[in-house]
């Protein structure tokens, strides 16, 4: 919905960067451990979905890159610039167990944590086996879909409430029944219109076509909102 609103660059996949390329990578204050970094972003889909010049990014990488947080911001600031906006925005929600590392290392942050039924999610992240169960606990996928959104989503709550003027949470299921009054209130915590119309007639990406478990639902009546009742038992 953000990036679909034109004042944010349609850079639409997941950059990775604290919860993967940096651990991966090591301390970014050497120089080889970013020519590393450097390595196997150019490797990457999410390199590839930002369009760049592999080597005037890689100077910028080599030259300015010390932290994750110069990393994101060197490399979105480029998309930004590809497409003359003055903001981006990114998502992940294994951000959420970093935020404490990103707030440290991009001061300008902020944080939108959407939080959707664990109910509905548990049982989409089952159907898909995202989440796999430890080799101890059986197939169990259900409980431990459940109990992985409830992990992060307490920990994300938590550490929000450390950074409480640049954190906000936005339910779900209210973007989908009532987006219009949601978005007005994300625009108001970001400091930025986000029109409606235009979001919704440019329908980019999930907004147009549903990136889901399930796929058969889209051509007889889409909702994914309180699926888990027509099919999860009471216990």
């Not at 949470?169 to 915590?189: I, K, M, N, Q, W």
């Not at 147009?208 to 009471?234: C, H």
Request: aromatic fraction near 10%; charged fraction near 30%; include cysteine.
């Amino acid at each position: 919905m953000l990036l679909g609103s034109g004042y944010f660059p349609p850079y639409r996949s997941e950059p990775v960067v604290f919860d993967l390329l940096v651990p991966r990578s090591g301390n970014l204050r050497l120089r080889a451990n970013r020519e590393r970094l450097l390595k196997d972003w150019l490797r990457s889909k999410q390199f590839r979905a930002s369009r760049l010049d592999p080597e005037e990014f890689g100077e910028k990488v080599l030259a300015d890159c010390r932290t994750g947080g110069d990393f994101l911001r060197l490399m979105m600031d480029s998309v930004a610039e590809r497409h003359n906006c003055k903001r981006w925005a990114v998502w992940g929600p294994d951000n959420l167990l970093h935020m404490h590392l990103i707030k440290r290392e991009i001061p300008d942050a902020l944080f939108l944590h959407v939080i959707r039924d664990g109910r509905d999610v548990a049982f989409s992240l089952a159907r898909s086996g995202f989440i796999r169960a430890f080799p101890w606990s059986g197939k169990g996928g259900l409980l431990v879909s459940g109990s992985h959104w409830m992990w992060k989503t307490k920990r994300g709550r938590r550490l929000g409430r450390l950074f409480a003027a640049d954190y906000q949470e936005v339910r779900y299921e209210d973007l989908v029944r009532e987006p219009e009054p949601t978005l007005a209130g994300v625009s108001e915590f970001i400091g930025q219109e986000l029109p409606y119309r235009t979001i919704r007639d440019s329908a980019l990406g999930t907004i147009g076509q549903p990136n889901t478990s399930f796929q058969e639902e889209i051509d007889r009546g889409f909702d994914p909102v309180g699926r888990w009742k027509k099919n999860l038992t009471a216990a």
